[in-house]
């Protein structure tokens, strides 16, 4: 291990986590999902689907109105729904602790915001005219509504933030809680993703950009990471958070630790508004930046959980950032791409994926990639193919995980993980 | 028309499904704010709701004035429920 150990005060780890996906209601179903390779993609049942290119996505395998109150669920838009029940099963994981509020920190993003409030109350209008539009509409649209909902449950006081860079908007949310720790803001942050705009418009719209898998007659096996048979991504919903705090402040209060998050490196194309760079140099750059602030070199990484959204030009782009990135060690690290289970959860997926990372250094099981039929030549990497495989038991302690986000606007974030101890 | 029995039984489900207070809590003394816990957006959601079910209008200046759901029973019959 080459890293110079942080001091505890200094040392950033995971001590909650909780989810809501197209693979399970909470993170134990989740995480049994991914491992066994199953897909939550399936087929739009709704009538307006018929009209529309591509009429499959990856809905949350337990609807929020089965979990929340109804009274509670009224008042909230889909996106906080999700984040709560989210933030509540990692908030208890993390055994619901009595700290200092004024030292709790919250940062939820997500990419599109409450959407389907916004198109909702647009029909009511139309329909019934302005005074039936909700008073609740402001509070349930805004975008920093998923984050305020979290931190009015915990009655966290440090701040609460809410990231946005599209598709990497839950990386970077992980990353803002740890820059909030590092930067003496907070000893503790609950940080994550959320998104749910499953409707008709925005199906549309990405399908306008021809950003979407048309396998209609295969929802299953549209989210083909690294296949050659990939043709776009697969619209997808879901939640997930994580409590972060200072290993000091985890071991004061007798936390159970499951994995450090060791560095995060964000930087920025500067190529197109939807096109990565074909050379994927701001991948590259941060995944380096991530690796250097986790006080990490290429040998200690053992897996990456890649952006991998299925597209033709993006994945290439990606195993291109990963070996420079990486150079010879690249061939080393398990590869997959979970994505090819949850569909792509856009703002949500870079907390997804960051909470796949950190159970995969943790029970040392990287998660399949499903679909993985022809593997395009282009690739040059070690993906982890059709099964969940075991990490060697030599590469421990100091393994370091890395997870990649990328998002429309060419916003890069690689976050490192490490095992801890 | 409506009698006032039956205005408070129409508002409490209202608050009912607006709020989550249980129909037998909404009795005329109950302050909507203090005792049933409800806040101005809610408030808001009320008032649409009961301008619908009793075809009357609550002018948002008359609303302040409508503390207890004894209040809202009052106005609503007065004004021509």
């Known amino acids: ?421 | 028309m409506a009698d006032q029995k039956e205005i408070l039984s129409g508002l409490a489900e209202i608050v009912n499904e607006v709020a989550g207070v249980p129909v037998d809590s909404v009795q005329l003394d109950k302050a909507f704010t203090d005792d049933l816990d409800i806040d101005s957006l809610s408030m808001v959601e009320v008032v649409v709701a009961a301008e619908e079910k009793f075809g009357v209008k609550i002018p948002d200046d008359d609303v302040k004035d409508l503390r207890t759901v004894g209040d809202a029973v009052t106005y609503i019959a007065q004004a021509g429920a």
């Open chain 1, 1 to 421: 291990m080459s890293a110079t150990p942080r001091s505890d005060a200094q040392t950033v780890v995971i001590t909650g986590l909780g989810a809501t996906t197209p693979v399970g209601g909470d993170v134990a179903s989740t995480w049994d999902g991914l491992l066994a390779g199953r897909s939550g993609v399936r087929s739009l049942t709704e009538e307006w689907a018929s009209e529309l290119p591509v009429q499959f996505a990856a809905r949350v395998a337990v609807d929020p109105g089965d979990v929340l109150d109804r009274v509670e669920a009224r008042k909230l838009d889909r996106t906080q729904q999700l984040a709560l029940i989210a933030a509540r099963e990692a908030w208890s994981d993390a055994g619901s602790p009595d700290v200092d509020r004024e030292r709790l920190g919250v940062s939820i993003a997500t990419g599109i915001g409450g959407a389907l409030t916004l198109l909702g109350q647009w029909d009511i209008y139309r329909e019934s005219g302005p005074r039936r539009v909700s008073p609740h509409t402001i509070p349930m649209l805004m975008p920093n509504g998923p984050a305020a909902v979290v931190g009015l449950e915990i009655s966290a006081r440090a701040g609460v933030h809410t990231p946005v860079s599209a598709c990497a908007s839950g990386a970077e949310a992980v990353a803002q809680g740890l820059a909030m720790i590092r930067g003496g803001r907070a000893d503790m942050v609950v940080v994550g993703g959320t998104e749910a705009c499953i409707h008709p418009l925005p199906l549309a719209a990405f399908a306008a950009m021809r950003a979407l898998s048309k396998r209609n007659d295969d929802p299953a096996g549209a989210s083909r990471p690294w296949d050659t048979g990939r043709d776009g991504f697969v619209f997808g919903e879901g939640a997930a958070v994580l409590v972060i705090e200072t290993a000091e402040h985890a071991k004061a209060r007798g936390a159970k630790i499951y994995g450090e998050v060791a560095g995060a490196g964000i930087t920025a194309d500067g190529h197109h508004i939807a096109q990565p760079d074909p050379e994927g140099k701001g991948a590259t750059r941060a995944m380096r930046i991530a690796l250097a602030d986790a006080g990490a070199e290429p040998t200690d990484v053992v897996h990456i959980n890649a952006h991998g959204t299925s597209t033709p030009l993006g994945d290439l782009a990606e195993a291109l950032a990963i070996r420079t990135a990486l150079g010879d060690a690249a061939a080393q690290v398990a590869v997959t791409s979970t994505k090819s289970m949850t569909g792509h959860l856009l703002g949500a997926a870079g907390a997804v994926e960051s909470l796949a990372c950190v159970m995969a250094l943790h029970d040392q099981l990287v998660p399949p990639t499903i679909n993985l039929e022809n593997l395009d030549p282009e690739v040059q990497l070690d993906i982890v193919a059709g099964q969940a495989r075991k990490l060697a038991d030599d590469r421990f302690p100091g393994a370091v995980a890395l997870n990649n986000s990328f998002g429309f606007g060419g916003h890069n974030v690689a976050l490192a993980f490490r095992s801890y101890p």
